[in-house]
């Protein structure tokens, strides 16, 4: 079985420049998840999607930050523009059911 | 006040030793207890889970939650230098959205 895949694995930018990161999830997972991983801390909750609605985006930066899954598959997620403390490794993870979630290797950000 | 505590670490052992991980917590509300481990450069992977209070075992990995206490263990018996790597400890109500705890750097000295 294909894990979740994550594109590109890093990018390095300057602030105010725009970055975008996509997610393929495990085929029939219908939930998917954004988190943001600082160096040193727990992965923080962006979005959560089930199918291709929002579940919850309480903690999304929504000036700056925008995503979304179209046909309930591939996610995007964008950053417009970008300021130094968004650096840090954007983890997608998708799941079938409940509690447990599968994370893609993340793409690490950068910005200048 | 964080919801879910974790000493950052790192912490060190020599190879073969039992080592012990802890996170504690405020919310009374979490059913779902998750122990995740993450190497350098890689996605979290599912470790173990534990449900309500209790233990739970897997090889050399043993999960104990303490509902009473709000503090959560995760044991390595025999451990080796693949272990190294940082465990998160992750929790959840019935929604099942996840809250973690920083991680804990695990270094085994071969």
């Known amino acids: 079985e294909a894990g979740v895949a994550q594109s590109p694995r890093y990018k390095i930018i300057e602030k105010r420049q725009s970055v975008a990161f996509w997610c393929n999830p495990i085929s029939g997972h219908a939930t998917l998840y954004w988190y943001q991983q600082i160096l040193g801390q727990g992965p923080k909750l962006l979005i959560q999607?089930?199918?291709?609605?929002?579940?919850?985006d309480s903690q999304l930066p929504k000036d700056r930050f925008s995503a979304e899954r179209l046909k309930g598959v591939d996610s995007t997620l964008k950053i417009q523009p970008a300021k130094l403390e968004d650096s840090a490794v954007y983890l997608c993870?998708?799941?079938?059911?409940?509690?447990?979630?599968?994370f893609g290797p993340g793409t690490r950000l950068t910005v200048l | 006040q964080k919801e879910v505590e974790q000493d950052p670490g790192p912490l060190s052992v020599p190879e073969g030793a039992i080592v012990s991980l802890n996170c504690t917590y405020s919310n009374s509300a979490f059913q779902y207890f998750m122990w995740y481990r993450q190497y350098s450069r890689k996605g979290p992977e599912l470790l173990m889970y534990t449900y309500s209070s209790g233990n739970k075992e897997d090889g050399r990995f043993t999960a104990q939650v303490d509902k009473s206490s709000k503090y959560i263990s995760l044991f390595i018996r025999d451990s080796q230098p693949s272990d190294s790597a940082t465990y998160l400890c992750?929790?959840?109500?019935?929604?099942?959205?996840?809250?973690w705890g920083a991680g804990t750097k695990l270094i085994i000295k071969p």
């Open positions: 993870a998708s799941s079938l059911a409940g509690y447990e979630q599968f």
């Open positions: 999607f089930q199918n291709n609605g929002v579940v919850d």
């Open positions: 992750a929790m959840s109500n019935s929604n099942y959205q996840l809250i």
